[in-house]
Structures are given as C-alpha cells and as structure tokens.
C-alpha cells in the first residue's frame, strides 16, 4: 500500500475507533485523564509500527491489541486504580440535565465500577468490550486471539459472577 493510502486509512480509524477506545480507557482506569493519556498512546504506538512499514491486516483490531497492552502496561506501572480518582476528577456531563438527574447517573456508575471490583482483569475486559463497547463475539475473538466459543464461555462466567455478587 501506499503510504497516502495507510495514512488515510489511519485516519479513518482514528476518528471512528477514538470515542470507543476513549470509553474502554475511561472504563478500566476510572480516570479520563489518564484514558486521554493512554488513547494518545495507543494511536501513537500504532502509527510509529505503521511508519515502519510492517503491514497490519486487520487495523481495527490491531488497535485494540494495542490499547490493551497499553492498559496491561499503565496497570503494571500503577497497581490499582480507586473509585477515589473518579470523584476526584468528576464525571464530565456537559449536557443540561437536572443536578438530580446528574447525581444519579454519578452513582449508578459508581456502583457499577465497585461490583465490577470482584472481576478479575480478563473478565472485566470482556464484559466492557461485549457491553461498553458493543463488540460482538467474534470481533472480540479476533482482538484477543481466541475462538469465539471460548469468549462466550467466559463472558457467560463474568456474568454469572457478577449476578451472584449483586445477588448476595
């Protein structure tokens, strides 16, 4: 390909795939700063292996290879990231909705992200790229390099835990 080819190709990802990954990041770090951070990242990374000329195949799910080694990479560095942060740093809700209706939204992700607490890394990941980001399961096999019945297996389980957490 050429490279005026790739760079639009890049592009289009870019602007399609940015808000989702935005959101992936936001999910698991609980830090829109620190989403920013690694979304810039993840798109840097990708470019600089494009630039070299190594050729990607699928570039969808090469960015999300990307993001999540750079997600495994930032937890690596920071061994947890609190609730704490996430009100720290506030919500962003820009729209003009009712303080009400605000403080609502704010607690309901709150306790979405404390029962998420009893999910390992693997299965929070799936869940938030089956629910959060709308994947389907063969779009999430292809990102994790498994077959798509052993992701349903273990979103069904992820499921199933988190049931029984709320459950209790």
Same mark, same amino acid.
């Given at each position: 390909? *050429?490279?005026?080819?790739?760079? %639009? %190709?890049?592009?289009?990802?870019?602007?399609?795939?940015?808000?989702?990954?935005?959101?992936?990041?936001v #999910?698991?770090?609980?830090?829109? @700063?620190?989403?920013?951070?690694?979304?810039? &990242?993840? #798109?840097?990374?990708?470019? @600089?292996?494009?630039?070299?000329?190594?050729? =990607?195949?699928?570039? /969808?799910a #090469?960015?999300?290879?990307?993001? /999540?080694?750079?997600?495994?990479?930032?937890?690596?560095?920071?061994?947890?990231?609190?609730l &704490?942060?996430? !009100? @720290?740093?506030?919500?962003? #809700?820009?729209?003009?909705t009712?303080?009400?209706?605000?403080?609502?939204?704010?607690?309901?992700?709150?306790?979405v992200?404390?029962?998420?607490?009893?999910?390992? !890394? *693997?299965?929070?990941?799936?869940?938030?790229l089956?629910?959060?980001?709308?994947?389907? =399961?063969s779009?999430?096999?292809?990102?994790?390099? *498994?077959?798509?019945?052993?992701?349903s297996?273990?979103?069904?389980?992820?499921?199933?835990?988190l049931?029984?957490?709320i459950?209790?």
């Open positions: 390909m *050429e490279i005026e080819k790739i760079k %639009q %190709q890049y592009l289009e990802h870019y602007d399609e795939l940015s808000p989702a990954l935005y959101r992936f990041f #999910f698991q770090t609980s830090n829109t @700063e620190v989403a920013s951070d690694l979304l810039q &990242e993840t #798109f840097l990374k990708t470019w @600089e292996y494009i630039s070299q000329g190594k050729p =990607i195949q699928n570039l /969808r #090469f960015l999300y290879q990307v993001a /999540r080694n750079i997600l495994t990479d930032y937890r690596r560095k920071k061994k947890s990231s609190s &704490e942060s996430l !009100t @720290e740093t506030g919500l962003d #809700f820009e729209s003009e009712d303080i009400l209706e605000e403080e609502s939204k704010h607690d309901d992700f709150r306790y992200i404390e029962k998420f607490k009893i999910l390992d !890394t *693997e299965q929070k990941e799936l869940i938030t089956r629910y959060v980001e709308d994947k389907s =399961i779009e999430i096999a292809e990102i994790l390099q *498994e077959r798509p019945n052993t992701i297996v273990k979103i069904h389980r992820a499921i199933e835990k049931k029984n957490h459950n209790q």
